[in-house]
């Protein structure tokens, strides 16, 4: 069976653990306890040297990354495709938003998360500003197609999801960007979809 090491705050791991679920695909979740540092420690590091989650262990495969793991996920359980289109144009899209969810996202709402979220020693106004330049953008592209990668939904969605989401809780709010919020109610529609654990923090948008 698939295992996820991940912990059920982290964005990164709930971006694995949705696409799992909308593949229909059995798997075990093994919390790691970032908190206690499990994730630095000897064995976790044989997993991934880096030290973070989420991992995929899928038989022989050990796979750390989020991005990545949703690469593999789509090449080898999507029969159809449809995740992960075998059209070079969409490929290049969906990686300018997979670079975008370790750019921008990661820095923007992701980061102004972990300081409210996990008391993390960033620059909130910096990251709030990210955030809402990042949302600026991406609410401008929505207006013009269903999805980020087009008008359907791939992996580039899923990446981009929960940080987005959940920006309410590094005190984004979602309230000025209606393509958006329509994205997110869009994602949310999908047949398998599950959310990801709201932190106990402030979440008005």
């Known amino acids: 069976m698939i295992k996820l090491y991940r912990h059920e705050l982290s964005g990164h791991s709930h971006r694995v653990e949705l696409f799992l679920n909308l ?7 093994i919390d790691v306890d970032l908190m206690a540092g499990e994730h630095k420690g000897e064995d976790f590091l044989r997993l991934n040297p880096f030290g973070q989650v989420p991992v995929l262990v899928d038989g022989d495969v050990v796979i750390g990354d989020s ?4 690469v593999y996920l789509a090449e080898a359980y999507d029969a159809g495709g449809d995740w992960y289109p075998r059209v070079p144009t969409v490929r290049a899209d969906i990686q300018r938003w997979l670079s975008a969810a370790a750019g921008s996202i990661a820095a923007g709402p992701g980061a102004a998360r972990l300081v409210t979220v996990f008391g993390a020693s960033i620059d909130h106004e910096r990251a709030k500003t990210i955030a809402n330049d990042l949302l600026t953008t991406v609410d401008g592209v929505l207006a013009e197609r269903g999805f980020l990668a087009g008008a359907s939904p791939t992996i580039a969605d899923l990446a981009g999801y929960a940080y987005i989401a959940h ?4 005190e984004v709010s979602l309230a000025p960007y209606p393509n958006v919020r329509a994205w ?5 529609a999908l047949d398998g979809f599950v959310g990801m654990v709201r932190s106990p923090v402030g979440l008005a948008a």
Do not use: S, T
């Open 23 to 29: 593949l229909n695909l059995d798997f075990e979740r």
């Open 67 to 70: 991005n990545a793991i949703l």
């Open 167 to 170: 920006a309410p809780e590094g």
């Open 184 to 188: 997110l109610a869009r994602i949310e």
